[in-house]
């Protein structure tokens, strides 16, 4: 069974620092994995996604993400954060065809200081 | 507007009541999903539908149901709202390849 685990509960960082956010999934083939994110009171937005090709991968709003197969990881990150990034983020696994098999981890808050 | 809207965003019901949440997506696909958010859970699938006469089972589909209105349209019901579905709900739509999940902003729904 597919499963995604986003070690970290609750990341404080200060305005202006590097963030990296951890992901470890489990699948049996050649995952698709995506991050999301969401605002306070806001639904789901994609950010970024990976299925094949170079495994650093580039997002909107300025964060990058990269593909480890050996290590089945899949982090988050951005070299500089902005108050506007406090939100929570959403690691997903799924297959290439039939996303409706998603399995989202449990979410890492991220809480900005300045 | 919305791509994807969601009605009432705010809910509260005593447990018994049947409550049904509203999903409407200007798109044009063909997917949608109905999810649920609890803290520390993450998003569980309820139930997905393929396209009007295409409906699934998720996750955790019991105790809820669904109906295809149309293309745009994915209702979520409650028959007989319990203190333990209280949460997010989320309603979302993708392409066929389901290469990128649209969600709406979210239905707090709180059984008393």
């Known amino acids: 069974a597919q499963s995604v685990t986003q070690p970290d509960i609750h990341i404080t960082v200060s305005e202006g620092a590097s963030l990296e956010l951890r992901c470890n999934y489990s699948y049996g083939a050649t995952p698709y994995l995506f991050w999301y994110v969401q605002s306070p009171g806001q639904g789901l937005q994609l950010l970024l996604k990976y299925f094949s090709g170079d495994t650093l991968v580039q997002g909107i709003k300025g964060f990058e993400a990269e593909f480890k197969r050996s290590q089945s990881s899949f982090n988050l990150r951005k070299p500089s954060v902005h108050w506007s990034d406090a939100a929570e983020y959403f690691c997903a696994v799924g297959p290439y065809f039939g996303n409706e098999k998603l399995t989202f981890g449990t979410g890492t808050r991220l809480t900005i200081i300045p | 507007d919305a791509d994807v809207t969601q009605t009432p965003r705010n809910r509260i019901t005593k447990t018994g009541k049947r409550i049904m949440l509203e999903c409407s997506q200007t798109k044009g696909h063909d997917r949608m999903y109905w999810y649920r958010q609890d803290p520390g859970l993450g998003l569980q699938l309820i139930y997905y539908?393929?396209?009007?006469?295409?409906?699934n089972k998720g996750e955790i589909s019991d105790g809820y149901s669904v109906s295809r209105q149309a293309q745009a349209k994915f209702s979520l019901s409650l028959e007989s709202a319990i203190p333990n579905q209280t949460a997010l709900y989320f309603c979302?739509?993708?392409?066929?390849?389901?290469?990128?999940?649209?969600f709406g902003p979210g239905t707090r729904l709180t059984v008393t």
């Open positions: 979302a739509t993708s392409d066929p390849q389901g290469d990128e999940q649209y």
């Open positions: 539908s393929f396209d009007v006469k295409d409906i």
